[in-house]
């Protein structure tokens, strides 16, 4: 079983900068396909990015270059950096974790499609 445990939101102001963080425990792998996904009030969850099995990140291609994933195998933890925060970024962050091999050959829509574990999530909430 795995537990993944979001931490770094909170209210901000347009322009600023958080880093997100998912602490995993539990038997996890590094292969373990992982990602960062967000769900605005009103809206469909979304996935913000993915970092594979063979660590590459990828992006949907409708996100701007202010998301930047990355991981450390040794802490089991998973970041995601946000730099120049808009309000349109308000949401509610999860991180995910899935123990499948996951490839930057895929597309973003398949490397999204399913993973197991999820975390509660992170509130971040942007004012202008």
């Known amino acids: 079983q795995v537990q993944l445990v979001e931490s770094g939101g909170g209210s901000v102001q347009a322009g600023g900068s958080l880093r997100l963080s998912c602490a995993a425990f539990?038997?996890?792998?590094?292969?373990?396909?992982m990602g960062w996904f967000r769900q605005a009030p009103g809206k469909e969850r979304e996935g913000v990015a993915v970092?594979?099995?063979?660590?590459?990140?990828r992006y949907p291609d409708s996100m701007p270059g202010r998301f930047t994933i990355s991981k450390d195998n040794a802490k089991n933890t998973l970041y995601l950096e946000i730099n120049s925060l808009k309000p349109e970024d308000t949401a509610m962050y999860y991180c995910a974790a899935d123990p499948r091999w996951c490839t930057a050959t895929q597309s973003f829509a398949v490397l999204t499609a399913s993973f197991r574990y999820w975390g509660q999530g992170t509130q971040v909430t942007v004012s202008s």
């Open positions: 970092i594979t099995s063979d660590a590459l990140r």
């Open positions: 539990g038997v996890i792998n590094s292969y373990y396909c």
